[in-house]
């Protein structure tokens, strides 16, 4: 059964970088599937931030496209998200999902909450 | 556009039916993904494509889709399916993915 797991920082300070890996269980990350990245605000809706393929493919939100960079390391099964320049509106609980090229995203990992303040 | 709509909230008795609708242009051309998701904890998967249902998801949720609106219809709601819904689909340019603005589903 595939299990995914975000793990990282709960406290970025303003204009810093966030970091984040999701490292993945229980399948092989080389065998296929796009890993994703997506964010909920507190309280707020679902956003989508980025993807990527084993072959280190990505695809971005245009609206974060500027900010962010998502990375795969197959030889530990993970991957990671960079997101930059960071301000309170940032803050959220991150999630890391596996899907093919689009929906739908399945499994997600449990979410880690991270907090943008000085 | 590159917006799904959903309606904030919506409630049903218990036991009857209900039905969610996300609404945007790019659904005309892509399926909707729905997922359910409760208070604390991450979103599950319970739609995807025409109308699938992942294992372990009971057969009381479908969905289908028309023009421009996809829907998510719960028959026979439990007391279980209170929670919140989004949809997720490809924007117009079918190059990137956008979510629903999320329907609060209350079970009276």
């Known amino acids: 059964q595939v299990q995914l797991q975000e793990s990282g920082p709960g406290l970025v300070k303003p204009s810093e970088t966030l970091s984040l890996t999701c490292a993945v269980s229980g399948y092989s990350i080389s065998s296929g599937y796009y890993w994703g990245w997506i964010r909920q605000p507190p309280g707020k809706g679902l956003e989508w931030i980025g993807s990527?393929?084993?072959?280190?493919?990505?695809y971005y939100n245009p609206s974060l496209k500027s900010r962010v960079t998502i990375s795969v390391d197959t030889s530990k099964n993970q991957f990671s998200l960079k997101l930059s320049s960071v301000t309170a509106a940032d803050t959220a609980v991150y999630y890391c999902a596996r899907s093919p090229y689009g929906p739908p995203f399945d499994p997600w990992g449990q979410g880690t909450l991270v907090t943008v303040s000085s | 556009s590159s917006e799904l709509t959903q309606d904030p909230a919506v409630s049903v008795a218990l036991g009857q039916t209900v039905r969610i609708t996300c609404q945007g242009d790019?659904?005309?051309?892509?399926?909707a993904s729905w997922y359910q998701q409760k208070p604390g904890q991450a979103p599950v998967l319970v739609i995807y494509?025409?109308?699938n249902r992942p294992s372990g998801i009971p057969d009381r949720f479908s969905g289908s889709s028309s023009g421009n609106t996809a829907s998510l219809t719960i028959t026979g709601a439990q007391a279980e399916d209170e929670a919140d819904y989004y949809c997720?689909?490809?924007?117009?340019?079918?190059?990137?993915?956008?979510f629903g603005t999320g329907t609060k589903v209350t079970v009276l």
């Open positions: 990527i393929y084993h072959s280190g493919s990505t």
């Open positions: 997720n689909s490809r924007d117009s340019s079918g190059n990137h993915l956008i």
């Open positions: 790019s659904l005309r051309s892509y399926y």
């Open positions: 494509g025409k109308n």
